[in-house]
């Protein structure tokens, strides 16, 4: 008698708690850190045992999830959704139980509803089966709402249930509402077992939309970047990059910075730093890119030495055709299954040829006709801003699905920053260490700093199963937004000291005009001839004398 005793002690005590939140599957709900991470061995355990279950079912059209006398089927394309905050998507299953001895409460639920949650969650309760009865099939339908891209598991529990229910009756099961989750501790025998470990699941995935808009942008970039890179090649000087290839000392130390550096500090960073392999395969990636159009396009506004940032981008994009899957090869087995993944070759090469083919037309243009060169040069840094403008613009309302993971996850931002910012440090005091000139350090610190983040995009969403490859593409997008804030820093910072000097140098000219000329009405001096400041609430006296002077002098 004392256990019935015990476990109705536990049952009422259970009942106290549930308005205060202390226990209601408190192991079942995921709860990601700030990077993603979840920590919770319980619910890793589950997931790894439900996804290795979906795993032997890869190639079938209706994935099974079965524990004894019970299994779940439910079509493998009903597993997918769009995100959508307004929009209830309904998919529906079967499930096949037999042979049941004792009636049972099974229930649903996602264990990460920031992601998708059911509307509502739900139990049913099923009654024990007759003798004569072998296989019960029953349909279940659900409706989820999906909140954000990402990836959640349906976790389905079944318990020994008391008798007197109805078979197959449908409730709801809010952890908000303490009247429904009361209802659902009354039907069970044993409350205790509201802390095991789910006996099925499946996994759901919930893809950001694509549609024209996205579209439109992929367009619009492409004609600038060739645009823009059609306008570098009028400018450049075919003399100086054979010099920079027949001594390619900045190259060389580019090559071993872009290749050799940058994937160690992505490596290094990602292992460090508390986030999920998809952010960590994403900044593995964005690391092993060559330099891109905008590490040209900053060049060329800090006054570097562009002839050899086009050498740079040209040597290390066509030495990325090999060296970003070796290092890919070599890292990314820290993250995900690297025997998965497939470097879309195709497209990167379709990327490379924005960058070479306009290139080439403008060293042409220069060459056949250097006037017209010379007048389209004077569009390359309108152009320039342009192309900033609309990819901070326009670029982050399209992808506005990636964005909000910012958001979420704030610390793949200083994650993603550190890649770049150290880049640029490292960088650049190896090309000191070098004795390189001072435009050569600039050149070498920004083009290993920047990289085409359009491959490193296209290799996570290609290569990738979705949506791990819309997440892990968040880690370039936020690399390419905070790598040009040091940058936009040196371009204002020389916009002001240009302007000092502009000012300084027209006050020059008038202190020097008015020293000649005539000495009626003539006004004091900005500078003495020492090159000292005079200051304006100089006493009259002093003003005549030094008209005096002038009279003298004239």
Same mark, same amino acid.
């Given at each position: 008698? +004392?256990?019935? *005793?015990?476990?109705? !002690?536990?049952?009422?005590? %259970?009942?106290? &708690?549930?308005?205060?939140? $202390?226990?209601?599957?408190?192991?079942?709900?995921?709860?990601?850190?700030?990077?993603?991470?979840?920590?919770?061995?319980?619910?890793?355990?589950?997931?790894?045992?439900?996804?290795?279950?979906?795993?032997?079912?890869?190639?079938?059209?209706?994935?099974?999830?079965?524990?004894?006398?019970?299994?779940?089927?439910?079509?493998?394309?009903?597993?997918?959704?769009?995100?959508?905050?307004?929009?209830?998507?309904n998919f529906t299953c079967n499930l096949t139980y037999h042979h049941i001895a004792s009636p049972l409460a099974?229930?649903?639920?996602?264990?990460?509803?920031? +992601?998708?949650? *059911?509307?509502?969650? !739900?139990?049913?309760?099923? %009654?024990?089966? &007759?003798?004569?009865?072998? $296989?019960?099939?029953?349909?279940?339908?659900?409706?989820i709402r999906c909140h954000r891209m990402g990836s959640t598991f349906l976790k389905v529990w079944a318990r020994e249930a008391r008798p007197g229910g109805s078979s197959g009756s449908f409730h709801a099961f809010?952890?908000?509402?303490?009247?429904?989750?009361?209802?659902?501790?009354?039907?069970?025998?044993?409350?205790?077992?509201?802390?095991?470990?789910?006996?099925?699941?499946?996994?759901?995935?919930?893809?950001?939309?694509?549609?024209?808009?996205?579209?439109?942008?992929?367009?619009?970039?492409?004609?600038?970047?060739?645009?823009?890179?059609? *306008?570098?090649?009028?400018?450049?000087?075919?003399?100086?990059?054979?010099?920079?290839?027949?001594?390619?000392?900045?190259?060389?130390?580019?090559?071993?910075?872009?290749?050799?550096?940058?994937?160690?500090?992505?490596?290094?960073?990602?292992?460090?730093?508390?986030?999920?392999?998809?952010?960590?395969?994403?900044?593995?990636?964005?690391?092993?890119?060559?330099?891109?159009?905008?590490?040209?396009?900053?060049?060329?506004?800090?006054?570097?030495?562009?002839?050899?940032?086009?050498?740079?981008?040209f040597i290390s994009s066509i030495a990325a055709l090999g060296m970003m899957p070796l290092m890919l090869f070599i890292f990314g087995r820290f993250f995900i299954d690297i025997h998965s993944l497939r470097i879309p070759y195709l497209l990167i090469v379709g990327q490379l040829c924005y960058i070479a083919v306009p290139v080439i037309i403008g060293m042409v243009v220069k060459w056949r006709l250097p006037r017209v060169g010379q007048i389209l040069v004077r569009l390359l840094r309108p152009l320039s801003f342009l192309f900033i403008a609309i990819i901070i613009g326009f670029g982050v309302y399209t992808n506005l699905a990636i964005y909000r993971l910012i958001g979420i996850y704030p610390v793949i931002v200083p994650t993603a920053t550190a890649l770049p910012w150290i880049g640029f440090f490292l960088a650049g005091f190896l090309a000191f260490i070098c004795r390189r000139s001072k435009a050569e350090i600039l050149t070498i610190s920004i083009e290993t700093g920047i990289h085409n983040s359009g491959i490193a995009i296209l290799v996570l969403i290609y290569s990738m199963p979705q949506p791990e490859g819309d997440i892990g593409a968040v880690m370039p997008i936020v690399v390419s937004i905070f790598t040009p804030l040091p940058l936009a820093a040196m371009v204002i910072g020389q916009m002001i000291k240009a302007k000092k000097s502009s000012c300084l140098h027209e006050r020059k000219k008038k202190s020097k005009g008015i020293g000649i000329g005539p000495v009626e009405g003539a006004r004091k001096p900005l500078t003495t001839p020492e090159g000292t400041n005079n200051d304006d609430d100089d006493n009259d006296e002093e003003e005549v004398e030094e008209d005096q002077a002038g009279e003298r002098n004239a």
């Open positions: 008698m +004392v256990y019935p *005793l015990t476990t109705a !002690l536990f049952h009422r005590l %259970t009942l106290l &708690l549930l308005p205060l939140g $202390v226990i209601a599957f408190p192991r079942h709900v995921a709860t990601e850190s700030l990077g993603g991470v979840i920590s919770d061995e319980v619910v890793l355990l589950d997931r790894r045992r439900i996804e290795a279950e979906a795993q032997r079912q890869l190639k079938s059209s209706v994935i099974t999830s079965n524990t004894g006398r019970l299994s779940i089927v439910c079509p493998a394309e009903n597993l997918t959704f769009f995100q959508h905050d307004t929009v209830l998507f099974i229930s649903f639920e996602t264990d990460i509803q920031d +992601v998708a949650s *059911l509307s509502p969650p !739900l139990w049913i309760y099923i %009654t024990p089966q &007759l003798a004569d009865q072998t $296989v019960t099939v029953l349909p279940l339908a659900f409706s809010n952890r908000d509402n303490a009247s429904q989750v009361e209802e659902y501790y009354d039907w069970l025998v044993d409350a205790s077992t509201t802390n095991d470990t789910s006996a099925m699941g499946f996994r759901l995935k919930v893809l950001r939309p694509r549609g024209a808009l996205e579209v439109a942008f992929r367009v619009v970039i492409i004609i600038l970047v060739c645009g823009i890179t059609f *306008l570098m090649g009028c400018e450049l000087d075919g003399r100086l990059i054979w010099r920079h290839m027949r001594r390619p000392v900045g190259a060389v130390i580019g090559f071993v910075c872009q290749f050799g550096l940058m994937p160690l500090i992505a490596f290094g960073v990602a292992m460090v730093m508390p986030i999920k392999p998809e952010f960590g395969f994403g900044l593995l990636t964005a690391g092993c890119c060559p330099g891109g159009g905008g590490s040209n396009i900053w060049t060329l506004l800090l006054h570097g030495d562009l002839n050899l940032s086009m050498t740079m981008t």
